[in-house]
C-alpha cells in the first residue's frame, strides 16, 4: 500500500515512489532507461523503489526506443497530473502555454516537479518557482541548461559562498557543431546542418538553434542563478550564427582566433549584462577548444576564481542523468520533509548595463575602393570615437577593391555602434561584410 503522506516520520512505511512522465521521446526514453538500469542506486539513496506509473504521450501507437507496458500509456493529461498514486510529474514533453497548465496543475495536486524544459523556464521559471514554493513542492530544472552537465546544482549549491561575476558558456551543441565542422573541415554551414539534423541534436526546426534563442534561454536560466537576479529572455541581447562565412573563421585564425557561439553574463557591482553572440575567442581561452556538440560554461567567481563545467549538452542518456538527478533531489527532500524550501528568490533587484557600460574587442571586415587617402578617412572614424585599432589587414581584391579586416581594442558598445553607422555613410566604402565580438579570456 502507498502512504500519501511520505515524510520523514513515516518513511519506513513508503513501499514506493510513483511517477508521472509527460513525454516519452528522447529524453523521456533515457529516463525510462536510468529509472530501469540504476534502480539499486536508487534504492540505496533513497529508501525504496522508484516506478514510473503513467506516460503521457500523443501517439499511443508509434514505436518507442523502449518498452513500456502500453496500459502506461495515455494521451489524456488528467490521468496523469489526477493520480492520486503519482507522487512526482517528470516533465519532458517540451511545448510552453499548456505544459505550464500542466504542471500548475501538478502543483496544485501537491506532486513535485522536475522538467527538462529550458523554453517554460526561461519564460514562466519565477511564476512556476512560486506557485511550487505556494504548495510546498519541488520544482527541479536541472536538464534545461546543458543537458547532462551539472551546471545549476554547480552554481546554485557548489558555489553558494561566492559572488560570480562572469559566466561564458558554449550551450548550444547543434551550433557548436555547426562552427566546429566549418572550421576544421572547411564544410559549409548548410551541409553541416543537414548532418546535426541527421544526428539529433539540432531540433527538427533548427531555427532556435542556429538564431541563438536556445542558448539565449538557458543564459536566461544561468544569469539569473548566478547573479541571484530576475533575468528574462528579453534582457538577452542575441544574435545566431547563419550569416558566419568560412572567410570569418579564416580570417579569425590568422588572428589566433576561433568561432564559438558565447553566452555572456558579466557583472560589474550591481550592473550586468547578458548576451549570446558569434564570438571571436581567443585560441588561448578553455572555451576555444570545446568542440563538436559538447557545451561548457566558463565560470567566474570573486573567491573562487575560473572554473569550468564541460560535457554533453544534450541526448537521451546524458540528459536523462540529470533529470533522474533532479528526481533523487526530490525524493531525498520528501524524506527529510523539507520539499518546497529549496528555492531562494532573487536577492538582487535587476540592473542592466547600457550600450556606454559594455566594452568589448571587435572584429570588421569590410570591402572598399582602394583610393588615396580611404584609409586615412576610415581612421579618422574610429579615433574620433575613441575605438583603438590594435590588428589591421588589407588584401587586394578585382576592380580597385580591398578588403580591410580589423580589430579593435576594447570600446563601449555605443561608440563602435556610432562608427559603424558612420563608416556606412562612407562613399568608399562598399559594403560592411561582418562584424563580431572578440573575447580575449580576460579573467573580468
Ligand atoms: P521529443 O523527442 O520530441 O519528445 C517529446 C515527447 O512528448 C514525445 O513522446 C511526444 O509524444 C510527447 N508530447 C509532445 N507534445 C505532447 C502533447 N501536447 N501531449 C502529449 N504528449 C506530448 O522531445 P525531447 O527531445 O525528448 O525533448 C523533451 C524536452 O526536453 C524539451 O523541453 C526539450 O527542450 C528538453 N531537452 C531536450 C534535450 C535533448 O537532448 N533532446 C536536452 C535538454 C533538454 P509522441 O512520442 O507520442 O509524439
Ligand atoms: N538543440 C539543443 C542543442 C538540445 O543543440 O543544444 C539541447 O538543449
Known sequence: M??????????????????????????????????????????????????IKKVLVQDIEKE?????DSTMLTVDPAEVLLDPEIDIIVEVMGG??????????????????????????????PELLAAAANYQCDLFYEASVAGGIPILRSLVEGLASDRIAKMMGIV?????????????EGRSYDDVLTEAQRLGFAEANPAADVEGLDAARKMAILSTLGFSMEIKLDDVKVKGITEITGEDIR??????????????????????????????????????????????????????????FYGPGAGSLPTATAVVSDLVGVMKNMRLGVNGKSSVNPQY???????????????????????????????????????????VLQHPLAEEKAEIILVTHRASRENFRTVMTELREVPAVVKIESVYRVEEGDTV
Open 2 to 51: 502507498l502512504l500519501l503522506v511520505k515524510n520523514k516520520e513515516d518513511w519506513s512505511k513508503v513501499h514506493s515512489l510513483s511517477i508521472g512522465l509527460l513525454g516519452l521521446g528522447t529524453v523521456g526514453s533515457g529516463v525510462v532507461k536510468v529509472i530501469e538500469n540504476h534502480q539499486d542506486k536508487l534504492i540505496h539513496q533513497v529508501g525504496c523503489p522508484v516506478k
Open 64 to 68: 518507442r526506443e523502449v518498452q513500456v
Open 96 to 125: 510552453v502555454e499548456e505544459t505550464k497548465k500542466h504542471l500548475i496543475q501538478a502543483l496544485q495536486q501537491k506532486k513535485h516537479v522536475v522538467t527538462a524544459n529550458k523554453d517554460l523556464m526561461a519564460l514562466y521559471g
Open 172 to 184: 548550444n551543441g547543434t551550433t557548436n557543431f555547426i562552427l566546429t565542422k566549418m572550421s576544421k
Open 251 to 308: 580570417y579569425g585564425k590568422q588572428f589566433g582566433y576561433t568561432m564559438k557561439l558565447i553566452g555572456y553574463a558579466h557583472r560589474d557591482q550591481d550592473a550586468v549584462e547578458v548576451s549570446v553572440l558569434p564570438t571571436l575567442i581567443s585560441n588561448a581561452h578553455p572555451l576555444a577548444s570545446v568542440n563538436d556538440e559538447y557545451n561548457a560554461i566558463y565560470v567566474y567567481g570573486e573567491a573562487v576564481g575560473e572554473t569550468m
Open 349 to 391: 533587484q535587476k540592473h542592466l548595463k547600457s550600450d556606454d557600460e559594455i566594452y568589448s574587442k571587435y572584429f570588421i571586415r569590410f570591402c572598399i575602393h582602394d583610393g588615396v587617402g580611404v584609409m586615412t578617412k576610415v581612421t579618422s572614424i574610429f579615433a574620433t570615437y575613441d575605438v583603438s585599432l590594435e590588428k
